[in-house]
Nanobody, 115 residues
Framework: QVQLVESGGTLVQPVGSLRLACVASRSTLNIDYMGWYHQAPGKEHYLVAKITNSGYTGYADSVKGRFTIDRDIAKSTVYLEMNSLKPEDTGFYYC?????????WGQGTQVTVSS
């Protein structure tokens, strides 16, 4: 069973920055892809950023140009760099792994963007 543990969520002011981290319990070297989901209060979660095993990255339109997904394979860690944060970025952020059709989720980390 793969475990994903997120960290880095906190209260931040609008236009501020934050960096989330997701540590996997196994090597992420050949994982098909990993990503970050955002779930705003009262809404369904949706994929905001993903990175494939070849390093290709993709982003939801709502975060393009503001968020960056990156990874450190040696540390089995995936990061989400969040800049120019907006109140609508508030919510839980979940780390996600998909490999050979198997899906794994972290427990989430809460981000609140408010003045």
């Amino acid at each position: 069973q793969v475990q994903l543990v997120e960290s880095g969520g906190t209260l931040v002011q609008p236009v501020g920055s934050l960096r989330l981290a997701c540590v996997a319990s196994r090597s992420t070297l050949n994982i098909d892809y990993m990503g970050w989901y955002h779930q705003a209060p009262g809404k369904e979660h949706y994929l905001v950023a993903k990175i494939t095993n070849s390093g290709y990255t993709g982003y939801a339109d709502s975060v393009k140009g503001r968020f960056t997904i990156d990874r450190d394979i040696a540390k089995s860690t995936v990061y989400l760099e969040m800049n120019s944060l907006k109140p609508e970025d508030t919510g839980f952020y979940y780390c996600y792994e998909n490999h050979k059709g198997h899906e794994y989720w972290g427990q989430g980390t809460q981000v609140t963007v408010s003045s």
